[in-house]
């Protein structure tokens, strides 16, 4: 049996993609709304049956109420997604190919992927930035998933943007979310792979859509200096309104060829560079 689970506030024009992607491929659908006043509720329910629809206060820390999600899970498997992402139908066959495998199976699948070296060293990544250790041994109880990232009418495959994985499908009780911190990922027992198929997200199908949520990451890059007591002086001043915009601009545009997108990849490494000087400007008015 494989479950998905959804944590949702004001999705209205998103819930979709997760929705009519997955509803023949699922045996059942728990989503937490966390306090919505769209049509979200009502959109979800009007599925039928398989939408299982909970209501719960809006937390900050969205990953308590994903937790919530799972734990009412009922599957073996568990697919958890974000509402604006969607299954692609190669990714829904691998899905089901893949929760039908034993562990011999399983090993000599994961040795077979085209891009495993980028996928290993994409998981590295995270596990350094997150200070997590998700490699895990054992048995396969849980699965990164490529994401293709939607920016203003294309999918980005360069500038660092791809894999962009994330812990998409886990065995029942072996993964959880430790509610710790907003970039954390989730805690694994047992071995992570990967599959081989992506999700697409449509996280910035607009650019308002982009400004808000990259608003959202220079909050939470004020918190971060504010918990790391970031000195105010002119060499750290100098380091992120100059050398970092400046670095990561072109370690994405050339390094890792975001030029290859075209103009929307050099206007992704654009503003995200900016991200750096407006953090920081902000975290020196604070007091």
């Not at 920016?151 to 894999?163: A, K, S």
Request: aromatic share 12%; charged share 30%; glycine share 6%.
């Amino acid at each position: 049996m494989l479950s998905l689970c959804l944590a949702v506030r004001n999705e209205e024009n998103n819930l979709h993609y997760p929705l009519d992607s997955s509803y023949d491929l699922v045996d059942e659908i728990i989503i937490i709304d966390g306090a919505s006043t769209d049509s979200t509720v009502k959109i979800a329910k009007s599925y039928g049956g398989k939408v299982k629809v909970f209501r719960e206060k809006h937390e900050t820390m969205f990953h308590i109420n994903k937790q919530k999600a799972l734990d009412k899970a009922s599957g073996d498997w568990i697919l958890q997604l974000d509402a604006d992402e969607e299954l692609t139908s190669a990714l829904k066959e691998e899905i089901k190919a893949v929760i039908g495998m034993d562990r011999k199976q399983l090993e000599s699948y994961e040795n077979s992927l085209v891009e495993k070296k980028l996928f290993l060293r994409h998981q590295r990544l995270v596990s350094e930035k997150t200070g997590s250790e998700d490699i895990g041994q054992g048995d396969y109880v849980a699965f990164y998933v490529p994401r293709l990232n939607f920016f203003l009418g294309r999918f980005l495959r360069y500038g660092g943007v791809y894999p962009d994985g994330a812990i998409r499908l886990v065995k029942k009780g072996q993964a959880r979310f430790p509610c710790r911190d907003i970039h954390e990922v989730m805690a694994v027992d047992g071995r992570v792979g990967w599959l081989q198929n992506p999700l697409y997200h449509y996280d910035s199908p607009t650019f308002k859509r982009y400004l808000e949520r990259n608003r959202r990451y220079v909050a939470l890059m004020v918190k971060e200096m504010e918990k790391k007591a970031v000195t105010k002086t002119p060499a750290n001043f100098i380091d992120y309104c100059l050398i970092k915009p400046l670095g990561w601009f072109f370690l994405t545009q050339l390094r890792h060829k975001g030029i290859l997108d075209g103009w929307r990849g050099v206007v992704f490494s654009f503003y995200s560079a900016l991200r750096f000087p407006k953090a920081y400007l902000a975290y020196l008015k604070k007091k």
